[in-house]
C-alpha cells in the first residue's frame, strides 16, 4: 500500500477507536456489556484508561504530519506535550487493569507488558525531545505510537476471530499479545528499511 494511504488509513482508523473510547469512557449509556463489566470492576482506573487513552489516540495520529511538524513547530509541541501526559494517566491505568482484564494470567501479562512499554517508550521519546535529539525522539515515537495502536488492532482482531469462529475465551489471550507485538516489529522494520524519507513525502 502506498506511504499516504497507510497514512491515512492509519490516522482515520485511530480517530474512530477514539471516537469509541470517549463516548463509552463519558456516556455511560453507549456501554456495551463487556464495557459495562469492565467499570464495574476497574471503576475510576477504566474510565481513565478509555478517556485519556482515547484522546492520545488522537492527538498523536496528528503528531505524524510534517506539514504541521515544518510549519507549526509550537502546535507540535503542544500536542506532544498533551500526548505524552495522556499517555502518563492511560498507560498507569492500564497496567492498574492488566490484573483485573479477561482473558486470564496470559492476557494479564500480554496487557502488563504492553502498558509498561507503552509507558516506557513514551518517557524515552519525551527526554529525547528535551535533550534536543531528535532523531532518537522521533524513532521513540513511532514505537510508543505503534503501541497505541494496540488499541485499533486488537479491535481489528476481535472481530475477525468472530468471524472465523474461534470462541472469544480462546482468542482473548493470544490477541492480548498479537495486538501490539507486530506493531512493535513493524516499527523496527520501518527503521531498517529507512522508513523516515518515505513518511516524509507522505505526510
Ligand atoms: C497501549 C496500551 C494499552 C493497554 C496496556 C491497554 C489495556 C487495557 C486493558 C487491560 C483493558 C481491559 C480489558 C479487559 O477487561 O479485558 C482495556 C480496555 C479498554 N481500553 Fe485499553 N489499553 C491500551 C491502550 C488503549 C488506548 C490508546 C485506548 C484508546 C482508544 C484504549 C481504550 C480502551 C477501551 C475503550 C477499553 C474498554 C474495552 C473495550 O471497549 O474494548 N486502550 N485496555
Not at 78 to 87: E, H, P, Q
Not at 141 to 165: D, F, H, K, Q
Amino acid at each position: 500500500m502506498p506511504q499516504k494511504a497507510a497514512w491515512v488509513t492509519m490516522s482515520v482508523l485511530a480517530v474512530l477507536v477514539a471516537l469509541y473510547a470517549l463516548s463509552v469512557a463519558l456516556v455511560p449509556g453507549a456501554r456495551g456489556r463487556f464495557v459495562v463489566d469492565l467499570v464495574a470492576r476497574g471503576s475510576s482506573r477504566a474510565i481513565g484508561h478509555m478517556l485519556f487513552g482515547g484522546i492520545a489516540l488522537a492527538f498523536g495520529a496528528f503528531q505524524f504530519s510534517s506539514r504541521i511538524r515544518v510549519h507549526r513547530p509550537r502546535l507540535h509541541r503542544r500536542l506532544g506535550l498533551v500526548y505524552v501526559l495522556m499517555v502518563a494517566v492511560s498507560g498507569v491505568s492500564a497496567l492498574l487493569l492488566a490484573p483485573i482484564s479477561d482473558g486470564g494470567l496470559t492476557a494479564h501479562y500480554g496487557f502488563g507488558m504492553l502498558a509498561v512499554l507503552w509507558l516506557g517508550t513514551t518517557a524515552a521519546a519525551y527526554t529525547k525531545a528535551r535533550s534536543r535529539d531528535y532523531e532518537a525522539h522521533r524513532e521513540w515515537m513511532i514505537r510508543s505510537y505503534a503501541l497505541c495502536l494496540a488499541a485499533v488492532t486488537l479491535r481489528l482482531y476481535l472481530p475477525a476471530s468472530a468471524v472465523a469462529g474461534i470462541p472469544f475465551d480462546d482468542a482473548y489471550p493470544v490477541i492480548s499479545w498479537l495486538c501490539w507485538v507486530p506493531n512493535l516489529v513493524a516499527a523496527e522494520w520501518f527503521f531498517v528499511r529507512g522508513g523516515f524519507v518515505r513518511l516524509e513525502s507522505a505526510a
